[in-house]
């Protein structure tokens, strides 16, 4: 039986557990949990509660944001500079402030782990995961780590970026906002991703890439169908706006890019070039991404303590920088303005290109704190660098090396995380400049198709797939196809030969357990199949005679021919074409080896896709107070009845169904009215019933 929240106001919809521990802690869980249910009856709309709620954890977001970059710049200050000298001491300072800073991130982050001992939120990955797989559960010390340990990465010359933690951290402020207000699972949800836009929105000055963002990577797939709907998009639109706002507040407009030249329009000698920049930036968008995961993987594999990994990618990171360039130091600010305004030149882009991809890996895949978006900027801007040079060589044009820099910096992000439309929005805010928007459309566009050719996941699902998190949107493709038919294959029956007599053929078809028998031939090739009603039909048809063989019985048409190694999605879809129950699988000389039905195929898809998504549903009580959120937990599905006469005038007390069946009625609509659900009320024919069971429970009430 499904075990459901109480309907009462004070328990759903802003309900939480109080906390076990001590009387400050159920104290403090007391008062945001009455907080929250007398400004959700104050407001009793609520869609305006929704949006105030947003309002607070955007500006909330916001502040964090800008106590975030407050540390970051005192961390980079803190950390000594080495000056160019090429000395004893200029090489120990090269390569010993950036180990130092990763001995400091490897002990706060296995601190943190002792400490803490909850999941660590500290990126974009942990976000979805945490959308996808806990509700929105986040917690506060999560995000304090998060921002310590960026600042120390950073500050010691870490080839990371701030925008990653800066999403992060947001949502970890929605999350525990929504916790300490009691919210539901549907609003804690909306609130992780209201601070996520405002974090990614104080960190560019971009309130509308932070909302599109958020739409996209964060929430693409992790509640499917909700992403286009206004009752997602105006949270994350409100909250975007107050967390750049208070940034502003805190920080003025601190912009990542200034100063950058306008561009004019472009010729058709130069849009060949930006879709050559295209297709080179989704085949480097998904080296990036491939690198950063294989460096991470190759560090899981070395026998050493957690807590000096890190230093030992810090230290190859600081023999890269003194052997070629600091710039391949921090998040690359510096060189991203000198490529945006023409001043890298192509040999040096070249070299930062890849050293950057490789200084990157080194960083986050051996526990450095940060995230990969400047990075990606960096090696955009310098890929950008190149074709925009050798299309200065061989077209001139009007839009100048700096104009491609911009671009690729647009292209490489999309490649990277799959997302046309973030990159798209987020340049276009930096830079207001109408002039760049054909190019940067088509190569960010163009950028994720070649991407996606070349490899269906990008970082963000390579990173998730290493935490065992698959979301909604690909589990149904990652059940199917990654599962194979020797998984759920019978063994092979007995089969026919084309030569068998009629009374063979008949005796085999009413014995035959799996309803179809298979022909075969001399060499034990399958050739066609019969099953009982295809030789009624035969008979009533006048068809049969007495000498008749397998061979002239046998249907062949439609036939398919499965392969052990074959995929359960490829399965289904011949199973859906042939119309057969029992689908034949042969061995490459098309001898039967077994045999797989079609039940098999959707009891599988069912347990694997169906039954582990958990569903929250909303209820309305009456008109005089917001919906309460109902969650049904995992196999539990919500089904509408409408009342007829067969249970008109009775009760539910009458009817029973929770002791009959097991299920749970949530609402009880009548016309346009919703009425409380009372047990001895008389049921009308034409009522709606809204009923929370498994499948299974509800075949049973439809029954009655």
Same mark, same amino acid.
């Not at 920049?277 to 989704?282: E, F, K, N, R, S």
């Not at 929005?425 to 002039?435: A, K, R």
């Not at 074409?577 to 898809?605: C, K, M, N, Q």
């Given at each position: ?166 999403? *992060? !951290? @947001? =949502?970890?402020?929605? +999350?525990? $906002? /929504?916790?300490? &207000? ?128 890190? *230093? !030992? @990618? =810090?230290?190859?990171? +600081?023999? $890269? /920088?003194?052997? &070629? ?380």
């Amino acid at each position: 039986m499904p075990v459901v929240e109480s309907t009462d106001l004070r328990r759903t919809g802003y309900f939480k557990p109080l906390s076990p521990g001590g009387r400050i802690e159920r104290a403090w869980a007391g008062a945001g949990l009455s907080l929250g249910r007398r400004l959700a009856m104050v407001v009793r709309d609520d869609h305006i509660f929704v949006i105030l709620m947003a309002a607070v954890v955007g500006a909330t977001s916001g502040a964090a944001a800008g106590l975030l970059m407050t540390w970051i710049e005192f961390a980079v200050d803190s950390f000594p500079e080495p000056r160019q000298t090429g000395d004893v001491a200029w090489w120990l300072f090269v390569l010993g402030v950036p180990m130092l800073g990763g001995l400091l991130a490897g002990g706060l982050r296995s601190l943190a782990r002792r400490l803490i001992r909850q999941p660590l939120v500290l990126g974009v990955p942990g976000v979805v995961e945490a959308v996808a797989k806990r509700a929105g559960v986040l917690h506060g010390p999560s995000g304090i780590v998060c921002g310590l340990g960026t600042g120390l990465t950073i500050g010691s010359g870490g080839s990371t970026g701030h925008e990653g933690p800066s999403v *992060a !951290i @947001g =949502a970890t402020v929605g +999350g525990v $906002l /929504a916790r300490f &207000f009691g919210l539901g699972r549907r609003r804690r949800v909306a609130m992780v991703g209201a601070g996520s836009a405002a974090g990614i929105a104080a960190a560019f000055n971009a309130p509308l890439a932070g909302v599109i963002f958020t739409a996209e990577v964060v929430f693409g797939g992790s509640i499917g169908g909700d992403v286009g709907t206004m009752s997602v998009f105006i949270p994350l639109i409100v909250a975007a706006v107050c967390g750049t706002f208070v940034s502003h507040a805190i920080r003025g407009e601190s912009l990542s890019f200034t100063d950058l030249p306008a561009h004019a329009g472009l010729t058709l000698g130069e849009l060949a070039f930006y879709v050559v920049l295209a297709v080179a930036a989704g085949v480097i968008g998904t080296v990036f991404a491939r690198t950063v995961v294989r460096i991470g993987h190759a560090f899981e594999r070395i026998r050493a303590p957690t807590w000096i990994k890190p *230093a !030992i @990618g =810090a230290l190859a990171v +600081g023999l $890269l /920088a003194a052997v &070629f360039s600091q710039d391949l130091l921090g998040a690359g600010h510096s060189t991203v303005d000198r490529a945006l305004h023409g001043e890298l030149g192509w040999r040096w882009a070249a070299i930062l290109l890849l050293l950057k991809i490789i200084a990157t890996g080194l960083t986050v895949g051996s526990g450095g704190f940060g995230g990969t978006f400047l990075p990606q900027m960096y090696v955009g801007a310098c890929l950008g660098t190149l074709i925009g040079s050798l299309a200065a060589l061989v077209v001139g044009g009007s839009q100048g090396v700096g104009a491609f820099a911009l671009v690729g910096m647009g292209a490489i992000f999309g490649a990277v995380m799959h997302a046309p439309l973030t990159p798209i929005v987020m340049v276009f805010e930096l830079t207001q400049d109408y002039g760049i928007m054909l190019p940067l459309m088509l190569s960010c566009i163009l950028a994720v198709v070649v991407a996606r050719r070349i490899s269906p996941k990008s970082l963000l699902a390579l990173e998730l797939a290493d935490r065992g998190v698959v979301l909604e949107r690909e589990a149904e493709r990652d059940v199917m196809q990654r599962g194979h038919v020797r998984e759920l294959m019978m063994s092979a029956p007995a089969v026919l030969t084309v030569g068998a007599g009629l009374q063979e053929v008949s005796q085999a078809a009413l014995n035959a357990e799996l309803h179809a028998v298979f022909v075969v031939d001399s060499d034990g090739g399958v050739m066609g199949y019969i099953n009982g009603k295809t030789l009624a039909q035969q008979v009533l048809l006048a068809q049969v005679h007495e000498a008749s063989t397998a061979r002239d019985l046998m249907v062949t048409r439609g036939l398919p021919l499965l392969h052990a190694d074959d995929t359960l999605a490829g399965a289904m879809v011949a199973s859906a074409r042939s119309g057969l129950e029992i689908l034949p699988v042969v061995d490459a000389a098309r001898r039967l080896v077994g045999v797989l039905r079609r039940g098999d195929l959707i009891t599988h898809y069912s347990e694997h896709v169906l039954l582990p998504r958990e569903e929250v549903v909303q209820v309305r009580t009456n008109a005089s107070v917001p919906d309460q959120e109902v969650g049904l937990g995992k196999g539990i599905v919500l089904e509408r009845l409408i009342v007829g006469r067969r249970w008109a005038g009775r009760t539910l007390a009458e009817l029973g169904l929770r002791q009959r069946t097991g299920t749970t009625v949530l609402e009880w609509c009548r016309g346009d009215e919703t009425l409380a659900v009372d047990p001895r009320a008389p049921l009308r024919e034409g009522d709606a019933l809204a009923i929370a069971g498994t499948r299974e429970q509800i075949l049973r009430v439809r029954a009655l």
